[in-house]
């Protein structure tokens, strides 16, 4: 390499240093195993390959999370949580599966739609007790904004009896200069 096309390389590197873009982006897949129960449904619930599932009788609610600074440490600007997607196995007929998105910002927090299990890609917004089967639960920009890079975040469910959630999927896209 010449000298004059290191030197172009090097300034086009650091003339780039500082500016503003949304990169970084990243797909975190947490897999139900890492869920835990809510206060009072720690008997109703076990953990196995599929993820966590609801071995009682009544539904059993549980939480799901993840954290936003798993991206890159030292980063120092804001970030958008593009999706959160959930794989849902409903096998009752008699109890609602439900789950919604939240997160909590250094104390600010923020909560998204429930979706329930349904035939219909992304889940449905109104109970379907009638439904069986795999469904997979969709929230788009969650929560809309720029989030420091310790937001916690992730989905509440309500499982219903004999059901059970594999993954919880979430695409991070950082914004700004780190």
Same mark, same amino acid.
Request: hydrophobic share 30%.
């Given at each position: 390499m010449k000298t004059s096309e290191l030197m172009a390389a090097v300034a086009l590197v650091l003339g780039t240093a500082g500016t503003v873009r949304a990169?970084?982006?990243?797909?975190?897949?947490?897999? !139900? +195993?890492?869920?835990?129960?809510?206060? /009072?449904?720690? !008997? +109703?619930?076990?953990?196995?390959?599929? /993820?966590?599932?609801?071995y009682s009788s009544s539904g059993a609610r549980i939480f799901c999370a993840s954290q936003l600074d798993t991206i890159n440490y030292n980063y120092q600007g804001l970030v958008t949580n593009s999706y959160l997607e959930v794989q849902a196995f409903d096998y009752s007929t008699t109890v609602d599966y439900w789950c919604y998105p939240w997160a909590d910002d250094q104390g600010t927090n923020f909560w998204g739609p429930t979706k329930h299990t349904c035939s219909g890609w992304g889940g449905c917004p109104d109970p379907t007790t009638s439904f069986t089967g795999m469904s997979w639960l969709y929230w788009y920009n969650p929560f809309p904004g720029g989030h420091n890079r310790s937001l916690t975040y992730g989905v509440s469910c309500n499982l219903a009896p004999s059901s059970w959630l594999q993954f919880m999927w979430s695409s991070n896209v950082q914004q700004g200069s780190n």
């Open positions: 990169d970084e982006g990243r797909t975190i897949a947490t897999n !139900g +195993q890492a869920c835990v129960a809510a206060y /009072g449904a720690a !008997g +109703q619930v076990g953990y196995g390959e599929p /993820g966590i599932g609801n």
